[in-house]
Structures are given as structure tokens and as C-alpha cells.
């Protein structure tokens, strides 16, 4: 009977673990699948919090930057310069540049002495400088100014000296792509460095050579060997850096422009009065012509003097350029 009833029980328990066992495993299962779902899930919210933090920053990043620079004008830079721009530049009048003369402000090219230097059988003028230097900026204002009496140009575009310098943002051009013509004179350009400080164009040896000899400033040694250099025919040379201390980091292209003609203006005085005597230098070197220019009086302005003590040299030195080997506003 004790064996009967044992066999009874065991077959009692065989029938419940046929029967609660699989649900057991099933449970088991769907806990398991539970746990994997949810790891699923944290993974894929932790990653989408790393995604969107780092869009977070990098919009935060981009907002610093334009708020850092703010300056709605960069778009502009390497674009062609508006054939209006350049009229004012180059359309200022007789009657203004002769009121404005030579401003006390404004330092004119010095004397300097050696073998002429000519291209073609005509007198040439060497611009050296780069599009990220300000002080060049401002000298290119002035450059295309007085050139602009003795021939014509095209292919100017507009630049902007570096966003990370003094006087950042200048609005100014470059003549990387510039192209000059005139039957007085050679205007030979070199930018050696673009707006990021990288290399741009080389100086020939013989270039280079000139730089060494000329770009020498008697007023200020720290100013020699730097940026912007002008030789004019080996007879004057602006070699002590920008010819006034015209900043106009905080404007545009037209604002600039549109107070070219006024002789009233502060900013045409320096701009217009460092061209009167760019202008004066070329009319000495090239035999005074042409007479509708030369013999104006604003053609006749006192230079190779020394530099002036009210205005502070403002050069950049090119210990760090490289080697130099032979080869609102309206757009």
C-alpha cells in the first residue's frame, strides 16, 4: 500500500511539472526578452543624447564664432568689386583732392636712391603686401586712387584684412587678380600672403632684392622689411608701413566710398591725401605726364620727406614670411 501510494504521488507531481513547467520557461524567456529590450532601449536614448549634445555644441560653438566676428560682409570677400565702388575711388574730384592737399596725417613716400627701375621702357611701381594686413588695406585705397590718374584697371575684387588682427575686418581689395594698363607707367603687384597668413605669391630674386634694399624706414628700424612696401621707379619708396593711422575696421565698402569726394571728411583726407602724394611721386618719375594730371596742384605736394611724428608707424614685419624664390552697403 506505502509503495502504491508513493508511485500515486510521484505520478501526481509528474503531471504538475508537465504542467507549470513550461509556463516557468516562458516566464523565464519573456523576462529575458524584457531585460534585452529594455537595454536596447537605454542604448538608443543614451546615443541620441550624445548626438543631440553635440549638435547642441556645436551650434553653440557657431553662435559664439559669428557673434565673436560678427560681420555681415565676409560673404563678399573675392567677389568683384561693384563698378560703382570703384567709380567713387576713381572718380573723386580735381576740386577735392586739391582742398585736400597733403594732411598733416599723412606720411608721404621717402627719397631713396639707385638704378632706375623701369618695365618695358617705362617707370614701374612695386606693390608688396597681403590681403590679411591692414595697414596694406589701407594703403590699397590710396594705390588704386593715384593709379587710377595714369591708367586703368580691372579684375579688383574685395578683401577683408584677417578677423583675428588688429584693426580686423578691414574692408579693402586684393590685386591678386588684377590687371593694369597704362601707357605712362608698370604697376607690378605681389600679395605674398591671402587672408589666413598662408602663402599666396612669391617675390622674383630680383623682387625680393628691392624689398631688401628699399624697404628700409629711417624713422622707425622696426618698421623696415614689413608690409605694405611701394617702390616707385627706385625714387620713392613707402617703406614705414601704411601712410596714416586711418582705421576703418568698423565700416564698409560703401560707407568708405561715398566719403571719398568730400574734403570735409576725415577719412577722405588720409585716404585722399596719402594718393596726392603717391600721385606727386609717379609725376616725378614719369616726365610729368600726363600734364592734365601732373600739373595740377595736388600732383605737386611736398614728398621724400621724413616721416610724420603724428602719424604712428603702422607696418607689419615679415620675419615670417615665406622664402622668397623666383617663381550697409551695396555689392
Given at each position: 500500500m506505502i509503495a502504491r501510494a508513493r508511485l500515486v504521488r510521484r505520478a501526481a507531481f509528474q503531471r504538475f511539472a508537465l504542467f507549470i513547467y513550461p509556463k516557468f520557461q516562458s516566464d523565464q524567456q519573456m523576462g529575458r526578452r524584457a531585460t534585452m529590450n529594455a537595454r536596447k532601449r537605454n542604448r538608443r536614448l543614451l546615443y541620441g543624447s550624445v548626438v543631440v549634445a553635440v549638435i547642441g555644441l556645436v551650434l553653440v560653438f557657431?553662435?559664439?564664432?559669428?557673434?565673436?566676428?560678427n560681420d555681415p560682409y565676409s560673404k563678399y570677400i573675392g567677389q568683384p568689386v561693384a563698378p560703382g565702388?570703384?567709380?567713387?575711388?576713381?572718380?573723386?574730384s580735381d576740386s577735392t583732392l586739391a582742398a585736400v592737399g597733403e594732411p598733416s596725417g599723412v606720411s608721404p613716400p621717402a627719397k631713396v636712391t639707385g638704378t632706375e627701375l623701369t618695365s618695358g621702357g617705362l617707370p614701374e611701381v612695386l606693390y608688396v603686401g597681403a590681403e590679411y594686413c591692414p595697414f596694406c588695406g589701407i594703403e590699397r585705397w590710396s594705390l588704386i586712387m593715384a593709379l587710377s590718374h595714369f591708367g586703368t584697371f580691372s579684375g579688383i575684387y574685395y578683401m577683408q584684412s584677417s578677423s583675428t588682427d588688429v584693426n580686423p575686418n578691414t574692408p579693402t581689395f586684393t590685386f591678386i587678380n588684377a590687371t593694369?594698363?597704362?601707357?605712362?607707367?608698370?604697376?607690378?603687384?605681389?600679395?605674398?600672403?591671402?587672408?589666413?597668413?598662408?602663402s599666396l605669391q612669391n617675390l622674383t630674386t630680383t623682387q625680393s632684392n628691392l624689398f631688401t634694399q628699399y624697404d628700409v624706414c629711417a624713422a622707425d628700424s622696426s618698421a623696415s622689411d614689413g608690409f605694405p612696401f611701394v617702390d616707385i621707379a627706385n625714387t620713392y619708396a613707402v617703406n614705414c608701413g601704411a601712410q596714416s593711422a586711418l582705421d576703418i575696421s568698423n565700416e564698409n565698402w560703401t560707407t568708405i566710398a561715398s566719403q571719398l569726394n568730400d574734403s570735409g571728411s576725415s577719412t577722405a583726407q588720409l585716404i585722399d591725401g596719402a594718393a596726392n602724394t603717391l600721385i606727386s611721386a609717379i609725376c616725378n618719375v614719369d616726365g610729368g605726364q600726363p600734364t592734365s594730371v601732373c600739373s595740377q596742384s595736388f600732383a605737386t605736394v611736398s614728398i621724400g620727406?621724413?616721416?610724420?611724428?603724428?602719424?604712428?608707424?603702422?607696418?607689419?614685419a615679415v620675419a615670417a614670411a615665406p622664402e622668397r624664390v623666383e617663381p550697409k552697403w551695396t555689392a
Open positions: 557657431v553662435l559664439i564664432y559669428q557673434a565673436a566676428t565702388i570703384l567709380k567713387e575711388i576713381t572718380g573723386v593694369y594698363t597704362s601707357k605712362y607707367i608698370v604697376f607690378v603687384h605681389v600679395e605674398e600672403e591671402n587672408r589666413a597668413k598662408a620727406g621724413p616721416i610724420s611724428v603724428s602719424n604712428p608707424v603702422q607696418s607689419y
